[in-house]
Nanobody, 119 residues
């Protein structure tokens, strides 16, 4: 099992910056993918960014160039630096971790942290 706990959400003005964090615990040594998803009211959960255990990052087109995902070497922390925030970035942000158990892919989720972009 992997436990994920997000922190760092809050209220920020348009154009501002915010960094959210996720602490991972449990069986984290086998994690191969970490990431962030978000869900705005009335919308489906969508991918924001992912990073592999090797450090390869991918971003949704809507955040590319504004958001940066990173992790520590132990895979116990994953961060999302969000710059030039827009009102449409308002959502609950969820931390995600994935690993294989034998041949089965297992996904783990945090409880979410609210990010609100408003003046």
């Amino acid at each position: 099992q992997v436990q994920l706990v997000e922190s760092g959400g809050g209220l920020v003005q348009p154009g501002g910056s915010l960094r959210i964090s996720c602490a991972a615990s449990g069986t984290i040594s086998d994690i191969v993918l970490l990431g962030w998803y978000r869900q705005a009211p009335g919308n489906e959960r969508e991918l924001v960014a992912t990073i592999t255990s090797g450090g390869n990052a991918k971003y949704a087109d809507s955040v590319s160039g504004r958001f940066t995902i990173s992790k520590n070497a132990a895979k116990s922390r994953v961060f999302l630096q969000m710059d030039n925030l827009k009102a449409e970035d308002t959502a609950v942000y969820y931390c995600y971790a994935g690993r294989f158990v034998e041949t089965d892919w297992r996904a783990f989720w945090g409880q979410g942290t609210q990010v609100t972009v408003s003046s």
